[in-house]
Nanobody, 120 residues
Framework: QVQLQESGPGLLKPSQTLSLTCTVS??????????WSWIRQPPEKGLEWIGY???????VYTPSLKSRTSISRDTSKNQFTLQLSSVTPEDTAVYYC????????????WGQGTQVTVSS
């Protein structure tokens, strides 16, 4: 069974860059037809999809966050990373990494989530 685990700092100041890593076990991030997403949930709001990476390393981002978002990977460590620049308090949320197969929206395995708070 594929397992995902998020890691990264939980507290940021405005204008800093958020960097979270998702470590995947039980399956390769290079497996064909598997998509690796970042999703977040702000307090008292619904889930918001941030973007995803394909098995070949291509990326797609939600338009509202595209200018500040970068998703990359390290295949040797079986990890993928989210970077979100110029954070504001509105970026405060629980951040999840998620595996989807065979299409980007077919969410399957989720990480437990990590709380990120942006505050001065």
């Amino acid at each position: 069974q594929v397992q995902l685990q998020e890691s990264g700092p939980g507290l940021l100041k405005p204008s800093q860059t958020l960097s979270l890593t998702c470590t995947v076990s039980g399956g390769s991030i290079s497996t064909n037809n598997v998509y690796w997403s970042w999703i977040r949930q702000p307090p008292e709001k619904g889930l918001e999809w941030i973007g995803y990476m394909t098995s070949s390393g291509s990326t797609v981002y939600t338009p509202s966050l595209k200018s500040r978002t970068s998703i990359s990977r390290d295949t040797s460590k079986n990890q993928f990373t989210l970077q979100l620049s110029s954070v504001t308090p509105e970026d405060t949320a629980v951040y999840y990494c998620v595996r989807a197969e065979p299409a980007p929206g077919d969410f399957g395995s989720w990480g437990q989530g990590t709380q990120v708070t942006v505050s001065s």
